[in-house]
Each structure stands twice: as C-alpha cells, then as structure tokens.
C-alpha cells in the first residue's frame, strides 16, 4: 500500500522551478543585428578607401564619389522591392542571398584596375546585397517577431549601422596602413560570409515557423498574428502598386523628403567625406576615422533610446527635435577640424553621434500609423529608398563641391540647411498638431491619408 506524501517530505512535496528563457524573437534579433551589421560594414568603411585608392590608382574624389554614390542609390531602390520579397518568401533565403553579394562585392574589388570595376562592385553587387537586408529587413522582422517593444527592436537595428561602423571602421585604417587596402576588404567580405550559417539556426522566418508566437502576442491571437498567407501576384507589380498609392497622400511625400535629407546629411556626407574632409585639415587618418567611430558610439546609444521614446512621445515631434539638432551641428564642424583634436569637437562628436539615425524609429512608426500594419513595411522601404538616394546624391555633390573648390564648407552649409527644412515640413504633417493616439494595429481617423488630400 501507497502512504500519502506528508506535507513535510522534502521529495514528493518539491515543486520544479521553471528555468527562465529567452524568448526566440530575442535570438531572431540578434541574428538580425549581426546581418545588419555585416551589411553595413562595407558602407560605412568606403570614405577609409579614398585616399589609398588616389595615392595607387590617381582617380579624383569625384570618381571616388560616383562608386559610393552608384552603391547608395541601388542600396536604396532595392529596399523596396526586398520588402515585398521579404514579405512573400523565405527571409533566410533573401538574406542569405544579400551576404553573399556583399562578400562577393568586396572580396572581388581587390582585382580593380579601372574605375568602371569598382562601380560595377561597389556600386552594383554591395549595393544589391545590402539593399536586400537594409532597414526594411529589420522593419520586416520587428513587425513580424515583436508585438510588443517594437520601437525599441527597430531602435536596435537602426543602431546596427554604427555597430558595422564602430567595430570595423578603426580596424579598416588600421589593416590599411599595414597591409594596404585589399586585406581590409577582404575582412568585411569573410565576415559577411560568416553570418550566413547563423540564419539556418536561430533564426526563423516567423513565429510560425519556430512554433511560438510573436513577442507580447496574446495567446488567443496567436494564430492571427503569427501566421501568414503568402499573397498572389506579382511582387514588383504589387511594390509599385503600394508606391503608386502612398504617393496620392502628402504624409508620404513628406516622410520621403525628411529621409532624403536624412540620408543626405549622414551617409552621404558624413559617412563618406568625414574622414577626407579631415584630412584636408592635416587630420591623420586614424585619428579622423576613431572619431567616426565614436560617433558610432553614441549613435548607438541615441538610436535605441530614440526607439524608447518613440514609444511614449509622438514621433513627429522627436523628428522636429532630431533634425533641427543635426542642422545646428553642421554648422560647426567646418570650424571644428583640424590637424588635432580640441575639445569643442568633442561636442559635435557627442551631439551628431546621437543624433546619427535616431530619425528611424519614429519614421517606421509613422509609416504604420498612416498607411497600416500591411503597407508599412513597403511604404518604408520607399520612403528608405529616397534615404539613400539622398546619400547617393550628398556623396556625390560633396565629392564635386571639394574638387571644384578645394574645400567642404558648401557642403556642411548646404547640408545644414536641408536639415532645418525637413523639421519645419514636418509641421504639415496631417495630424502632426493633435495629440493622437495610434492603436498598435489600426489607423486612426484622425490619420488616414485617404483623408488629408
């Protein structure tokens, strides 16, 4: 005969601790992070290149220009149509496919022996590649994986780009002045090959797929929100179709100006130029690149908390704040350089790197509330697309502007002045006066572009 447990048996009465977990959408997003990071590595060592490539090949800064140019232009009108790729099939496939077009990009352009090579490289195969896993990718998983917290997962990914920047940056110099300019890029492309095995496990397509549900999803929802219908169609028809709409709404067009100043005042002239640009001031070229590098610090720092606030303050108002910041900055930095560094550049170092893509957040959030949760990723990726192609035309503007005048003080000015017209556009923004309230997965009245012609 069986006794029955006594309350004091140590044994029977033991009750199992459950082992606390990490939620698989956490490890989908650092995933996330590293491919993001790999993307950008590239991109953000490019200005590193110039001067060796001068000093080997004799090509001008224009030229120079023109490869980083071609690169952010095809960056940013593939974004939109990867959105719709990402959306329809397998994201491991789509990213997998971008890595490897990053590594082949930059383990090739060590074979470069005219100028048309490195367009064709740069340009071309990098820009394909990381276009494919740009922000929309992050937009994609974060709308895909996190019900909750998704302004702070997007204020991660944005803060990927300075990652790339930060760890690769100092180390691109520093390869480059020992072993030349090739070794450096052959870095990038064996790092973006060495992510590819990590989408296979653990990363996951969706929710579904993992068999669990997004972060903060409800278990009653969990069907709803986790599984997905692939769409019929064509995905270029229904990309341009998406375009074709948001453009009849002036929040679109608004958006998409904001981000092509954006892109033209970060990746276009800073990212680029900043390290030449010091140099021209008798700056060495390591200690001007550990400045671009730190600025990656702090725009890691100010792009995740931007996603905290994006949160809990109404996103065009953190956007006004953002860009009449980054407009204040670029007046200064003219001043600022020099063969050493004084301690008021350290300012502009603190208050540029914070600023650095703290734009994100708000404008994916944004792009959700006034256009809903089915077109805000490909909406995105347009409104990204004309970031990146007022990258492509900074870059290359800032890179005549030197040749023709010796020097980057129109390209600061011009730079600053487009940054103070995107904040006040922002004030016409439909809504942007009220205090209103987004429901998560819905678009408010007060919001709807069908309303604000």
């Known amino acids: 005969m069986t006794l029955p447990s006594s309350p004091a048996d140590p044994v029977r009465n033991t009750v199992p601790r459950k082992t606390p977990r990490i939620h698989r959408a956490w490890l989908v997003a650092a995933v996330t992070v590293l491919a993001l ?33 071609i690169n952010l232009v ?4 593939v974004a939109p149509f990867a959105a719709t790729l990402l959306e329809r099939f397998s994201m491991r496939f789509v990213a997998a496919m971008a890595l490897g077009l990053v590594s082949a990009g930059a383990g090739l352009a060590v074979f470069v022996s005219e100028v048309w090579q490195l367009w064709l490289l740069w340009g071309g195969l990098v820009g394909i590649g990381t276009g494919a896993i740009a922000l929309v990718f992050g937009a994609v998983v974060a709308n895909r994986w996190f019900a909750a ?9 944005s803060a990927a780009n300075a990652c790339g920047q930060l760890i690769f940056l100092p180390t691109i110099v520093h390869l480059t002045g020992l072993h030349g300019w090739r070794t450096a890029s052959l870095l990038v492309a064996g790092f973006a090959l060495a992510i590819v095995p990590l989408l296979f496990w653990p990363f996951a397509n969706s929710p579904a797929e993992a068999k669990t549900t997004a972060y903060g999803a409800a278990e009653a929802n969990a069907t709803t929100a986790t599984t997905k219908t692939r769409p019929a169609g064509n995905a270029m028809a229904e990309t341009l179709g998406v375009l074709r709409h948001a453009m009849r709404f002036r929040a679109f067009w608004i958006l998409a100006f904001t ?10 002239l800073i990212q680029t130029h900043f390290i030449p640009a010091s140099h021209d001031h008798g700056m060495p070229a ?43 900055s670029l007046l200064t930095v003219h001043s600022l350089l020099g063969p050493t560094v004084e301690p008021v550049l350290w300012i502009f170092i603190l208050f540029y790197g914070l600023d650095w893509v703290a734009t994100v957040p708000p404008t994916v959030v944004l792009c959700r509330q006034y256009f809903g949760p089915v077109r805000a990723a490909v909406v995105f990726g347009w409104v990204f697309a004309f970031h990146m192609v007022g990258a492509g035309v900074g870059a290359l503007t800032a890179g005549i502007g030197r040749d023709l005048s010796g020097s980057y003080l ?10 103070f017209l995107a904040a006040a556009s922002l004030f016409l923004l439909p809504g942007s006066r009220k205090a209103v309230e987004a429901e998560p997965e819905s678009v408010p009245d007060e919001l709807d572009p069908s309303r604000v012609d």
């Open 259 to 268: 981000f092509w100043i954006c892109g033209w005042s970060t990746n276009g």
């Open 286 to 328: 390591t200690t001007a690149s550990g400045l671009l590098a730190l600025i990656g610090v702090f725009d890691i720092i100010g792009t995740i908390a931007s996603g905290w606030l994006t949160d809990r303050v109404r996103p065009w108002l953190l956007l006004v704040f953002y860009y009449g910041l980054r407009g204040a």
């Open 37 to 69: 990071v790999a993307a950008a590595a590239f991109r953000s060592t490019t200005g590193a290149f110039f001067e060796p490539l001068e000093s080997e090949f004799g090509w001008t800064r224009s030229q120079l220009s023109t490869a980083v140019t």
């Open 410 to 419: 129109i390209a600061w000015i011009t730079a600053a002045v487009l940054c």
């Open 149 to 157: 917290r998704r302004g702070l997962v997007m204020g991660i990914f």
């Open 74 to 77: 095809v960056y940013g009108l």
